[in-house]
């Protein structure tokens, strides 16, 4: 198969982590036989300082082309007080839009290996795995109105939570066919107390669970979700929610995982005729500036977004498996970033890339 991707390194860390994922992307390529052909373009902070824009055209025509595209991260303090339109999380909701990506795919696995670095006890979290499917193309986020008026003591913010039927309709048949593939139970978190959008959306996700008869249905208000994620988080399997929710819980629950710097996401889209979903790639955690350019940063989740990859953009599952295997071969060893090794001398993000590399290219002289 002929892989076309798109590689943007985007801010901070993710020139360095998506370093990593190239690496191992080409790896598995040569392993199994596939051809790569990768392009590159800029999103984010290095947009802006490149053509004044978070997601220039020329990105937009890169990302339409590709079969699939991987992403670093984006975001950089200097334009932490940049109006909305020239922040660098604008390219990523611009390149989102553009893609007509509306369900992100947020895996939590907590590996044995990893068991020491959660704070939470083992016991808790040792055999917890679970998928968050967050809802990616409206609420907060993209509701109109918004924005800043008015001056002194009459200044307001706005921003307007809205869905509409359809939207709730596709991702809550998305999460239903992929817990039929899991352990067939879907939790769907909401604010139906207070939010008129969340008893929508609650009514809507039990109307098209008559569609699932081997799939149980439970619904979770955000608040006592939260609070469960810590205290119970073998309870869950699929857990669907609205945009903005969504995008909280799923950073709360990289304590079970250890580090944010493991979790791994795919944003999917419609699906192209030969069946494989139109996707966007990138680990769950953000640019870290703090520690960029300094070879620090774990570059597992961007690793692991590479598996997620080759399974959902190109039907590659074997070699999907291979990734998240040799990722479990290198945590078991300890060849890990500082974030996950409390003790002793950390490897560096190369290091760490190399290691995976190793351990894909021994499983590949075996088979």
Request: with cysteine.
């Amino acid at each position: 198969m002929n892989l076309e991707i798109l590689l943007l390194a985007g801010d901070g860390i993710g020139v360095e982590v998506t370093r990593e994922a190239e690496k191992v992307l080409r790896h598995v390529a040569e392993a199994f036989g596939h051809s790569l052909s990768v392009s590159r373009g800029l999103l984010g902070g290095a947009a802006i300082h490149r053509h004044g824009d978070p997601f220039p055209e020329e990105t937009r025509k890169l990302a339409l082309e590709a079969d699939a595209t991987l992403l670093g991260a984006v975001g950089l303090p200097e334009f932490d007080n940049a109006p909305p339109e020239k922040r660098p999380e604008r390219g990523l909701l611009g390149i989102r839009k553009a893609l007509g990506v509306y369900a992100n795919l947020r895996p939590v696995e907590c590996y044995r290996a990893l068991l020491a670095c959660s704070p939470l006890k083992n016991e808790l979290v040792e055999g917890a795995d679970l998928l968050i499917v967050r809802e990616l193309t409206g609420g907060l986020y993209y509701g109109a109105p918004r924005g800043i008026s008015g001056s002194g003591a009459e200044e307001r913010g706005v921003n307007t939570m809205t869905y509409t039927r359809a939207e709730i309709e596709r991702i809550a048949h998305m999460a239903f066919q992929l817990a039929q593939k899991r352990r067939k139970k879907v939790t769907s978190v909401d604010k139906s107390n207070v939010l008129e959008t969340s008893q929508l959306w609650r009514r809507v996700v039990t109307e098209v669970s008559a569609q699932y008869n081997d799939v149980s249905l439970d619904h979770m208000l955000v608040d006592n979700c939260a609070m469960q994620l810590v205290m119970n988080p073998k309870r869950f399997d699929v857990v669907v929610t609205e945009n903005m929710f969504g995008d909280i819980l799923s950073d709360e629950a990289a304590v079970l995982a250890g580090s944010i710097g493991m979790l791994p996401s795919a944003s999917l889209g419609g699906k192209r005729e030969s069946g494989a979903w139109t996707g966007l790639y990138e680990p769950v955690h953000g640019s870290a500036p703090d520690i960029a350019g300094q070879n620090k940063a774990n570059p597992l989740g961007a690793i692991g977004s590479v598996g997620a990859m080759l399974q959902y953009s190109f039907g590659l599952v074997e070699e999907a498996r291979a990734v998240s295997r040799a990722i479990e071969e290198v945590l078991i060893s300890g060849r890990v970033t500082a974030d996950l090794r409390p003790s002793g001398p950390p490897a560096t993000t190369s290091e760490v890339g190399d290691a995976v590399c190793a351990a894909l290219a021994v499983r590949a002289a075996s088979a």
